[in-house]
């Protein structure tokens, strides 16, 4: 009987621990889908002005040329929040656009990940009425993308979902993009693409971040490893010290009660017959 008990006191005791997992674990919606973002933070830096804010202009300007020795290096930076992509999202394609009114010549335009904070002792997040030259964060230098712009009027895309991918790890969730043309030009000529700040009527030429995904993988806790683990062990080792004694007890138990049952039933049939 006490090993019956025992091994239903363990049963109770393992459906818990499966029980509680199953609670724990991060229900999301299992659809894919699709979110299309407009920058919370959009502007763009130049060399020659290294303690310059253009958060307010309605251009995010890119160059790259020397002229008298002197080197000009315009690059724009954009900000994403991430917040309404659900987590554990699978991402399979994430899409820069960004549309250019003006074009002075042809420009080989890459797109960089950078850094959501203005340097690496801080965590002080960069925007755009605070951003310069002189302040910026780091970014990757390796490009994900790149896309030669040569006529104006046009909408131009980038794919990041390297650097979206990433970003979904952080918190807050937010991704970070820097666009800049790595190719010297001889000339004083650049490439402007509209920022967030254009008017957006009649048409809204704003940046926009295209975020797709398959589908959702719900989140274990990892935090409830360790326990699991620690439990099993020990119920484990109870079953190994416990159960085969028990188990030889319970046995010998029932073939005394089977013996007997046969010798109760052989008297009342013996009675019966007399």
């Excluded at 699709?34 to 303690?51: A, E, H, I, M």
């Excluded at 964060?137 to 909408?155: E, G, H, I, Q």
């Excluded at 188990?247 to 013996?259: G, N, S, V, Y």
């Amino acid at each position: 009987m006490r090993s019956v008990i025992f091994r239903e006191i363990v049963v109770v005791l393992v459906l818990s621990l499966v029980v509680v997992s199953s609670l724990s674990i991060k229900t999301v919606d299992a659809q894919a889908g699709q979110v299309t973002l407009k920058p919370s933070d959009d502007t763009y830096v130049d060399s020659s002005n290294p303690g310059s804010n253009y958060g307010g202009q309605i251009y995010l300007e890119i160059s790259e040329w020397n002229v008298f020795s002197a080197h000009y290096d315009l690059m724009a930076w954009l900000k994403f929040d991430l917040s309404s992509v659900p987590d554990g999202a699978v991402v399979d394609g994430a899409t820069l656009s960004l549309y250019t009114p003006i074009v002075g010549e042809t420009f080989n335009v890459h797109a960089y990940a950078g850094s959501a904070f203005l340097n690496a002792s801080t965590v002080t997040p960069w925007t755009e009425l605070t951003l310069t030259y002189s302040n910026m964060p780091s970014y990757n230098t390796t490009s994900m993308d790149s896309v030669l712009v040569a006529t104006a009027n046009l909408w131009y895309n980038w794919s990041v979902v390297a650097a979206v991918r990433n970003a979904l790890n952080d918190n807050p969730k937010s991704v970070t993009l820097v666009m800049r043309e790595p190719t010297l030009h001889s000339s004083a000529t650049s490439v402007y693409f509209y920022s967030k700040e254009n008017p957006v009527t009649p048409t809204d030429y704003s940046p926009k971040l295209t975020i797709h995904w398959s589908n959702v993988v719900p989140e274990f806790p990892t935090f409830l490893i360790l326990p699991l683990f620690m439990m099993a062990t020990l119920l484990a080792l109870v079953f190994h010290k416990r159960a085969p004694g028990e188990a030889t007890q319970w046995l010998k138990k029932q073939r005394i009660t089977q013996m007997e049952r046969k010798r109760e039933s052989g008297k009342v049939y013996f009675t019966a017959c007399r």
